[in-house]
């Protein structure tokens, strides 16, 4: 009789357990179709340049595909193994090399800039942190008139710094927030001076290297790339190839490149202090206040915002030919990311409306 009980019951479990599976994978089938919708309002020509876009949870992939062209004279198709530039999603990783180097005890981000620059002007005024959370007040290189004189030109970071350095500033240091690529060229030359290494071959040996992210780059146009995505502009209904730039001027701003898979290591090994510690890691997702008190949602080389009432961190990129963003939610240790090939494509709201998506499927049900 009791083993009889036994099967029945071990029965009505492996039914309950098929059923929870079949519901399960009827939901995720559910939300991919809703992913693929989402994207092909944005991306409508499958024929042109387009994006790939990766939905993952717990370090896991839920979702990845590829919409469009990687090379539209070629006619290859995008892969999700597709390599990109990342634009200004670089300054995630500019920051946490920063952060790498204080916990390392070679700098602190209280430290003025006169200290490694004394001849910058009132560097004893603008700390590592104002350059981090974009609150120094000087001014953006990206928005000089004079920036077509040296886009093409090979520059070093002393070069690039000089460009701008003795702008008239926008403001006082920490009187308010406002997004400044200049402050992060000044990073990444900051990074080369306390460590001794080029930016680009610390962030090779220190983030690239120790997390074996092994399709990721400090971009170049000369380097064989495997797997690399072309990108390309949008003009007067037509494509064209990207307008080039010589990656020495974004240099610590926005001249990375990396794939869906790299990425996702990278959140993971954030999520799980592989490279810094809680202390250190605090300090990239934390709200910073203004001198006058008000806080402003900026950590350090990410935006702190909130989707469907959860704490999210977020940051987007824009070079020529390429765009991307990049949102995590740590309550739920969820990421999403996309990247696109054409700056005619964004994935800001894109990805955002897809974390939205994913957060109700796999959250609020």
């Given at each position: 009789m009791k083993r009889k009980k036994t099967r029945i019951l071990f029965g009505f479990l492996s039914i309950l357990s098929c059923c929870l599976l079949l519901s399960a994978a009827a939901e995720a089938q559910k939300l991919n179709g809703q992913i693929d919708s989402l994207i092909k309002t944005v991306i409508t020509?499958?024929?042109?340049?387009?994006?790939?876009?990766?939905?993952?949870?717990?370090g896991k992939v839920l979702y990845q595909k590829a919409f469009?062209?990687?090379?539209?004279?070629?006619?290859?198709?995008?892969?999700?193994?597709?390599?990109?530039?990342?634009?200004?999603?670089?300054?995630?990783?500019t920051a946490v090399a920063v952060l790498l180097l204080e916990q390392q005890g070679k700098l602190m981000v209280s430290d003025p800039i006169s200290k490694y620059l004394p001849d910058y002007p009132a560097g004893n005024k603008i700390t590592i942190h104002h350059l981090l959370t974009h609150t120094s007040g000087i001014r953006d290189f990206t928005k000089m008139k004079s920036l077509a004189s040296i886009a093409q030109k090979e520059m070093t970071p002393k070069m690039m710094?000089?460009?701008?350095?003795?702008e008239p500033v926008d403001f006082a240091p920490g009187e308010r927030f406002e997004y400044n690529n200049s402050g992060y060229v000044l990073l990444g030359y900051l990074i080369e001076l306390v460590s001794g290494e080029r930016y680009a071959d610390f962030i090779q040996h220190h983030i690239f290297d120790q997390l074996a992210m092994s399709h990721s780059y400090y971009a170049s146009d000369r380097q064989m790339i495997k797997n690399r995505a072309y990108?390309?502009?949008?003009k007067e209904n037509t494509y064209v190839n990207k307008t080039v730039i010589n990656f020495s001027v974004?240099?610590?701003?926005?001249?990375l490149m990396s794939t869906l898979a790299d990425l996702l290591i990278w959140q993971n090994a954030l999520s799980q202090h592989k490279l810094l510690n809680v202390a250190e890691t605090d300090k990239a997702f934390s709200s910073y206040k203004l001198n006058n008190g008000t806080l402003f949602n900026y950590g350090y080389g990410w935006h702190l915002k909130e989707l469907e009432g959860l704490p999210v961190a977020a940051h987007g990129g824009s070079i020529f030919g390429f765009k991307s963003m990049g949102v995590y939610v740590p309550d739920e240790d969820i990421y999403v990311v996309g990247l696109t090939n054409c700056d005619c494509n964004s994935p800001t709201l894109l990805t955002e409306n897809i974390a939205r998506l994913?957060?109700?499927?796999?959250?609020?049900k």
């Open positions: 020509d499958q024929q042109g340049p387009g994006g790939v876009f990766m939905v993952a949870r717990k469009g062209k990687a090379n539209i004279e070629l006619g290859v198709d995008l892969t999700a193994e597709n390599v990109f530039q990342l634009g200004s999603m670089t300054k995630q990783f710094v000089d460009f701008f350095k003795d990108g390309y502009q949008k974004p240099f610590a701003s926005g001249s994913a957060i109700m499927h796999l959250i609020k």
